[in-house]
Nanobody
Framework: QVQLVESGGGLVQAGGSLRLSCAAS????????MGWFRQAPGKEREFVAA???????SYADSVKGRFTISRDNAKSTVYLQMNSLKPEDTAVYYC????????????????WGQGTQVTVSS
């Protein structure tokens, strides 16, 4: 079965950086799009970024220019480099694997990791 294990969250001051990692197992990693979502307290889970099988990517407007998603198929790992962090980026960040080679911004029909907390202090 699909397993996704996130790491790299933590506490950082505003303006700082963090790099999240997500190690995937269970099926051929390169065949599937990967994404990052986040959920703040009292809010719905929202799309952050996604990357497809050919390294095409998409970002939420709120993180565009600050976050970068990448993947290493040899390591079955997807990354999220987060720069210029803001207090409003505080959330639990979830790694997701799509059911095919293309991504979308909805939360349906995805495999999820357990989440990693990112807290940005002002």
């Amino acid at each position: 079965q699909v397993q996704l294990v996130e790491s790299g969250g933590g506490l950082v001051q505003a303006g700082g950086s963090l790099r999240l990692s997500c190690a995937a197992s269970g099926r051929t990693f390169s065949r599937y799009a990967m994404g990052w979502f986040r959920q703040a307290p009292g809010k719905e889970r929202e799309f952050v970024a996604a990357i497809n099988w050919s390294d095409g990517s998409s970002y939420a407007d709120s993180v565009k220019g600050r976050f970068t998603i990448s993947r290493d198929n040899a390591k079955s790992t997807v990354y999220l480099q987060m720069n210029s962090l803001k207090p409003e980026d505080t959330a639990v960040y979830y790694c997701a694997q799509y059911s095919g080679i293309y991504y979308y911004t909805g939360v349906q029909n995805l495999y999820w990791g357990q989440g990693t907390q990112v807290t940005v202090s002002s």
